[in-house]
């Protein structure tokens, strides 16, 4: 069963950076896409990135172009959300999600098969 663990949420300034973490268990010897979602109160869930298994491909949403960056480490199952320049419209809770795809290309479906709980961020001064 393939299970993802979000972390590294918290509380940061405008102008601050934050690094969320996504640690994934349960994979197969198969090709998975990973994406970052994330939901603020009262919105709906945005797609904001995804990454392919390969590394090689990768998807920002406009909101985020520029100041957020994907990045993976196959060998260590874990995925990364680097976000910096952050404002206060970023905050929400952040997911990652993962599903089986072609290794070169990546998606940001919101029928994804596994997702994580989220973790918290908070954009304030």
């Known amino acids: 069963q393939v299970q993802l663990v979000e972390s590294g949420g918290g509380s940061v300034q405008p102008g601050g950076s934050l690094r969320l973490s996504c640690a994934a268990s349960?994979?197969?010897?198969?090709?998975?896409?990973i994406g970052w979602f994330r939901q603020a109160p009262g919105k709906e869930r945005e797609a904001i990135a995804c990454i392919s298994d390969s590394d090689t491909h990768t998807y920002y949403a406009d909101s985020v172009k520029g100041r957020f960056t994907i990045s993976r480490d196959n060998a260590k199952n874990m995925v990364y959300l680097q976000m910096t320049r952050l404002k206060p419209e970023d905050t929400a809770t952040y997911y990652c999600?993962?599903?089986?795809?072609?290794?070169?290309?990546?998606?940001?479906?919101?029928?994804?098969?596994?997702w994580g709980k989220g973790t918290l961020v908070t954009v304030s001064a």
């Open positions: 349960g994979l197969t010897q198969e090709y998975y896409s």
């Open positions: 999600a993962t599903d089986r795809y072609d290794e070169y290309d990546c998606k940001v479906d919101y029928g994804m098969d596994y």
